[in-house]
């Protein structure tokens, strides 16, 4: 069963304390992985998309990393206004494939000034 | 550009009540999706559509219903409504879907969401 685990569930830093996220994934054939930001009470905002393993992806202070098995989103210096929720998704390859997105729970990111 | 517009942002329904969600892009994109948020269950596919005329089954389609009578508008109908639909509603849409491109699909544009109470 294709599957999308993230870790951890939330993250409170300090301001430009730097981390990363985690996004474990099980799916049959990987076409892409995408990496969402989503501010209370709005819809998600599109990040990034990786498509095989060893690409890398940056925006500002975020960095998204690919494997065969996980994802990582690094955030560089985080600042206050980087407090989100983070969410990952895959999309799986196959016969049966329709291009759905499978979405992971999401890691809730708070940074304090 | 106003992008995916929803709604209404926020509604209260009654048990066995039906009402329509109301979803439109002025993006000219191909694929539209319905998704449903609930806490510590991620977003999840209820229905979909890659283009005017076709609509297919999403992970959770069961008490909803859809159409796709052109290409702006996919509006998502609840026709008895049900506590275990109680959730906030988003419409998403992308500039194509091809599962024989990679990525086709993935990059979606959200709406604000629509936060639906069923008593």
């Known amino acids: 069963e294709d599957q999308v685990t993230q870790s951890p569930e939330a993250l409170r830093l300090q301001e430009g304390e730097s981390s990363s996220l985690n996004c474990s994934y099980t799916?049959?054939?990987?076409?892409?992985l995408f990496w969402y930001r989503q501010d209370p009470g709005k819809g998600p905002e599109f990040l990034f998309t990786l498509y095989s393993a060893g690409e890398e992806k940056e925006k500002e202070r975020l960095k998204a990393t690919l494997t065969k098995k996980e994802s990582f989103l690094h955030i560089t210096a985080p600042k206050p206004e980087d407090s989100a929720t983070y969410l990952c998704?895959?999309?799986?390859?196959?016969?049966?494939?329709?291009?759905?997105?499978?979405f992971g729970q999401g890691t809730t990111l708070q940074v304090k000034p | 550009n106003a992008g995916v517009t929803q709604t209404p942002k926020f509604q209260v329904l009654k048990t066995g009540q039906s009402m329509t969600l109301q979803c439109a892009q002025d993006m000219n994109h191909e694929y539209m999706s319905w998704y449903r948020q609930d806490p510590g269950m991620g977003l999840r596919l209820i229905h979909y559509s890659v283009g005017a005329g076709i609509t297919d089954q999403g992970e959770v389609p069961n008490g909803y219903n859809v159409s796709r009578s052109t290409t702006e508008d996919f509006p998502l109908r609840l026709l008895s409504a049900a506590p275990s639909q109680t959730s906030v509603y988003f419409c998403?849409?992308?500039?194509?879907?091809?599962?024989?491109?990679?990525?086709?699909?993935?990059?979606?544009?959200f709406g604000e969401g629509s936060r639906l109470t069923v008593l």
């Open positions: 799916v049959s054939g990987l076409r892409g």
């Open positions: 998403a849409s992308s500039y194509s879907y091809d599962p024989r491109l990679a990525g086709a699909g993935g990059e979606l544009f």
């Open positions: 998704a895959v999309q799986a390859g196959g016969s049966s494939n329709t291009g759905k997105l499978i």
